[in-house]
């Protein structure tokens, strides 16, 4: 009787952690935040293009070049307007994180820059990009950047 008990317990625990792992969420995206662009910041970047919806805002995927063979993706917006605009975002590679980040305001002429994760280089060809949403009329309207490449040797 107490086996059995047992065996039931240790049975109900099992399905309990099973369906933990099943319904667990995916650690696939991490939240970021949005960082004041650095001109001293050594870049490789893609096209600059204008958001599907304004040519008020513009946006283009970049890498960050850092020392030691290291990159980071990273999305790059600029505010052409002269009142703010409300947007959120994300930055990612093919060999990173995506990295998501929140809705925040952007000043009129301002430029801003969203992040994504720091990696070394990997051998041969190496994409970033970004996404941009911008809300207008109370709806979220979305658009991808240009991909960037670099070439890790």
Wanted: with cysteine; glycine share 12%.
């Amino acid at each position: 009787m107490l086996k059995s008990r047992i065996a039931g317990v240790l049975a109900a625990a099992v399905a309990a952690f099973g369906l933990t792992l099943v319904t667990a969420p995916s650690a696939s995206a991490i939240e970021g935040v949005w960082k004041p662009w650095n001109n001293g910041w050594v870049t490789e970047c893609g096209t600059t293009k204008t958001h599907r919806i304004t040519t008020n805002a513009s946006f283009q995927a970049c890498f960050i070049i850092g020392s030691g063979s290291y990159v980071q993706p990273v999305l790059v917006v600029k505010n052409n307007t002269t009142s703010a605009i409300r947007l959120k975002g994300s930055a990612d590679s093919t060999y990173g994180t995506t990295v998501n980040c929140p809705d925040t305001f952007l000043s009129a002429g301002q430029r801003t820059t969203c992040m994504g994760t720091t990696e070394g280089i990997r051998l041969g060809l190496n994409l970033g990009w970004g996404d941009l949403d911008l809300m207008s009329n109370g709806a979220w309207h979305g658009d991808r950047t240009a991909y960037v490449p670099i070439q890790g040797v």
